[in-house]
């Protein structure tokens, strides 16, 4: 019987190695991973591909050919020396990349593993990472492709990064403070338990178009969890509520005692603030053994935090280090396509610089000015661009050190209410600190000023 074929974006992370080590046999993986993989005739567990989720072109090479889709891509580390932007932004962008390559790649359906969302908050008051996580959700089945949404709690396995927060803070504080959020219901799963229903889920038709939450067999808080770890590890650590502890102080505290990024950390903590408790449904009742924390914490503690190990990743050729990416989301509040985005900004600029910048067009190119000077020289890619989407390469002038890379878009996302406006790959011709201080921060400046006036045009 031929196995169904599984593209896996994410696939070098947690969840993505682990499926893999589990699934192999289940599965023909094709495994996306930005660096590329040296081949390996002892590895038989997944096609690597080496792909750039930034490009559509990129993305769709990489989907083709797959039946199904896993997709686990968050907080990306940056691409680029200069990454200017939200993590939110960028997440929207890769996911409306993905959801476009799926699309025109006929995959069948979409599996994506987000986080629980509050089961009593309206959705305006979301943490900026849950807010962040439903947007994906939205935009993965934008263009049609079925999605399977499923929405987990901590998922404690070993090399997880959220258990290994926990761990280090039970090995490393003799005293563990616990502010009013640690003590909010929350709903851990175990890794076994989120693989199991991954695999369930893939290729099950009547869960098409459908958000499901999952958690563990019992529901428990932070400050639990923290005792169950320290039971488990054999300390006797001292564990007191208070009930004034800033969500910053926390982050901070967190961050420093767990040799954690501040941007892995903050998430979590702000996250853990809501009540996040899974709703029971049939796919939790199809899975009636599932294990409780302290289960997944004694096998996340038996593993020691090891990983499925990958192939060995192929030396990166030496390549520009100066490399920027910007992506900026502007409010679109009266639904315009990205046609008539991308040429209102070449109407505005001249008139925000009070004519000392221009814009000259012929055909498809287009060349930025300052006194006659040519800054930026842009050509238009009509064949690879729409409403949904406009496409400039860019391939001169003197702000531009490379002509052979980087490009510009405007791109509607969610149903047009938003617009995000990116540049990718972009060299620039100044010394990179005196790039950094004047035209990086002048081009956030504009494309703010652009977005305020994009929110006034009616018509």
């Known amino acids: 019987m031929k196995r169904p074929i599984l593209v896996i ?28 993989m040296r081949p390996d005739p002892t590895y038989d567990k997944a096609e690597w591909r080496q792909v750039e989720l930034y490009s559509i072109t990129s993305t769709e090479a990489g989907v083709r050919g797959a039946d199904f889709a896993l997709y686990l891509v968050h907080s990306m580390s940056p691409s680029a ?58 935009t993965l089945g934008s263009t049609g ?38 003590q909010s219901a929350t ?31 019992e529901k428990t808080t932070y400050m639990q969890m923290l005792a169950t770890v320290a039971e488990l590890r054999g300390k006797r650590k001292i564990i007191r509520p208070v009930k004034y502890f800033s969500p910053g102080l926390s982050i901070y505290w967190v961050s420093v005692f767990t040799d954690s990024p501040r941007d892995l950390v903050k998430p979590l903590v702000e996250s853990l603030q809501h009540r996040m408790v899974a709703a029971d449904n049939e796919i939790l009742q199809a ?14 503690i038996a593993g020691e935090g090891s990983l499925p190990a990958l192939p060995g990743r192929v030396p990166a050729p030496d390549e520009e280090k100066n490399t920027v990416r910007s992506v900026q989301r502007l409010p679109n509040p009266h639904g315009h396509t990205a046609t008539y985005v991308a040429r209102l900004y070449q ?16 055909g ?34 003197l702000l531009a050190k490379r002509i052979d890379k980087g490009w510009l878009e405007f791109r509607s996302v969610l149903d047009d ?14 010394p990179w600190y005196i790039y950094v201080v004047t035209q990086a921060r002048a081009h956030s400046l504009v494309m703010e000023r652009f977005g305020r006036y994009l929110s006034t045009m009616d018509s």
């Open 347 to 362: 109407r505005w600029l001249p008139i925000f610089f009070r004519a000392l910048i221009g814009v000259r067009t012929r």
């Open 364 to 397: 498809d190119d287009s060349t930025f000015q300052f006194l006659g000077l040519p800054l930026l020289k842009l050509t238009f890619i009509p064949s690879r661009s729409d409403d949904h989407r406009q496409l400039f390469y860019i391939v001169g002038g």
């Open 145 to 182: 492709v079925p999605v399977t949404s499923l929405r987990a709690g901590i998922i404690v396995g070993a090399g997880g990064s959220s258990f290994r927060m926990i761990d280090k803070l039970v090995s490393r504080l003799p005293v563990l403070i616990c502010p009013a959020w640690c």
């Open 287 to 300: 899975f009636p053994n599932r294990k409780n924390f302290r289960e997944a914490a004694e096998l996340a």
């Open 81 to 138: 020396r200069l990454s200017q932007g939200s993590f939110e932004d960028t997440d929207l962008l890769l996911a409306d990349n993905f959801a476009i390559a799926a699309r025109n790649q006929g995959i069948e359906q979409i599996v994506f593993v987000g986080g629980l969302l509050p089961d009593d908050e309206p959705p305006e008051n979301y943490s900026r990472h849950l807010a962040s996580r439903r947007e994906v959700e939205v």
């Open 187 to 217: 709903h851990p799963i175990a890794l076994d338990d989120t693989l199991r229903i991954v695999d369930y889920c893939l290729g099950r038709t009547d869960l098409y178009d459908r958000t499901i939450d999952i958690g563990g067999s």
């Open 9 to 36: 974006a994410g696939a070098t992370g947690f969840l993505g190695r682990w499926f893999i080590e589990r699934y192999h046999r289940d599965y023909h993986i094709i495994a996306l991973s930005r660096s590329a």
């Open 417 to 430: 209410r938003y617009i995000i406006s990116a540049i990718h790959e972009f060299v620039p011709a100044l």
